[in-house]
Structures are given as structure tokens and as C-alpha cells.
């Protein structure tokens, strides 16, 4: 079973709103909740989940960012040693414009914070070669189908 963990802060010049869509442009089905981290109400965090499903559009910007190899190499640093899952960060100002970043360091808007978990090892690697296929000179070599992604 797939599972996506987005969450990403909300600052005091921001509005829940803004988070809220940045976050939904990359991953537009996930099932978002805000909750406030101080008495004014003015920082809080959004969090959300989603499943295999919602990563869709997260494989189509991949492509249309041309950015393929840097994912995948965003999903082997992030790999978790007691867990089949990877984290990684996502510029919460270029989603908020429907775009997608993996920015080198914290940014000062912040950023939006990625879990991705699995059933399995295996079933995490067919996930990763389905969002980010090894490439050969800027080509896919092959990309397994999604319904071929979650174990049974």
C-alpha cells in the first residue's frame, strides 16, 4: 500500500489558503488538515495524505519539468534505512505556481515536506521506477504501468 505524507508550514506572511494551494497543485487529491501551532493563529502547519492516486499528477509535472533524473536522485538520497519509504522537499513557492523544484537548501517561504511509504521494498522501487525511470541521454528506458506498482 502506498501512502503520501505532504506537510508544509504555514508563516505568519502567508495565508493557510496559499499553503493549502501550493500543496494541491502537486498533489491535488491529497486530504488536507490545518492545524495552528501558536495562540494567534497566524503559523500552523498543513498536512495532508494521499495514496497512489494522487501521485499522478506529481508523474506528469516530473515530465513536464523534464526533471526525471533529479527526482530519482531526490528519492535515493531521502531513502529511508528502517522503512520502505523516501522524503524529499519540494519549493513551496514554485508549487504554489504549479511548477515543481527540489530546491538544494531551505528556502525562505519554506518548503513542502515529502514522506512517500510503502507496503515493501519492492513495492517502493517499482513506485520509484514508475515516477522517475532510469533515462539514457535525457530518454526513459522503459516505465512499468501504476496498476503494476501496489502489492496485492
Same mark, same amino acid.
Request: proline share 5%.
Given at each position: 500500500?502506498? &501512502?503520501?505524507? @505532504?506537510? %508544509?508550514? @504555514?508563516? !505568519?506572511? &502567508?495565508?493557510?489558503?496559499? @499553503?493549502?494551494? %501550493? @500543496?494541491?497543485? /502537486?498533489? !491535488?487529491? %491529497?486530504?488536507?488538515?490545518? =492545524?495552528?501551532? *501558536?495562540?494567534?493563529?497566524?503559523?500552523?502547519?498543513? $498536512?495532508?495524505?494521499?495514496?497512489?492516486?494522487?501521485?499522478? +499528477?506529481? +508523474?506528469?509535472?516530473?515530465?513536464?519539468? &523534464?526533471?526525471? *533524473?533529479?527526482?530519482?536522485?531526490?528519492?535515493?538520497?531521502?531513502?529511508?534505512? =528502517?522503512? !520502505?519509504?523516501?522524503?524529499?522537499?519540494?519549493?513551496?513557492?514554485?508549487?504554489?505556481?504549479?511548477?515543481?523544484?527540489?530546491? %538544494?537548501?531551505?528556502? !525562505?517561504?519554506?518548503?513542502? +515536506?515529502?514522506?512517500?511509504?510503502?507496503?515493501?521494498?519492492? $513495492?517502493?522501487?517499482?513506485?520509484? $521506477?514508475?515516477?522517475?525511470?532510469?533515462?539514457?541521454?535525457?530518454? /526513459?528506458?522503459? &516505465?512499468?504501468?501504476?496498476? *503494476?506498482?501496489?502489492?496485492?
Amino acid at each position: 500500500m502506498i &501512502e503520501v505524507r @505532504v506537510s %508544509a508550514r @504555514v508563516n !505568519p506572511t &502567508e495565508t493557510e489558503v496559499k @499553503v493549502r494551494t %501550493a @500543496v494541491q497543485n /502537486i498533489f !491535488p487529491l %491529497a486530504d488536507l488538515t490545518y =492545524n495552528k501551532t *501558536d495562540d494567534t493563529g497566524l503559523c500552523g502547519m498543513v $498536512e495532508g495524505t494521499t495514496g497512489r492516486e494522487g501521485l499522478r +499528477h506529481f +508523474h506528469l509535472l516530473l515530465r513536464e519539468e &523534464e526533471i526525471i *533524473d533529479t527526482a530519482r536522485t531526490q528519492f535515493e538520497v531521502g531513502m529511508s534505512r =528502517n522503512a !520502505p519509504s523516501t522524503s524529499f522537499r519540494i519549493s513551496k513557492f514554485v508549487a504554489f505556481v504549479g511548477r515543481l523544484n527540489f530546491p %538544494a537548501d531551505e528556502e !525562505p517561504l519554506g518548503l513542502l +515536506h515529502v514522506t512517500i511509504s510503502a507496503g515493501s521494498s519492492f $513495492e517502493l522501487q517499482r513506485l520509484m $521506477e514508475w515516477l522517475a525511470p532510469p533515462t539514457e541521454k535525457g530518454k /526513459i528506458l522503459f &516505465e512499468p504501468d501504476i496498476e *503494476d506498482v501496489e502489492s496485492t
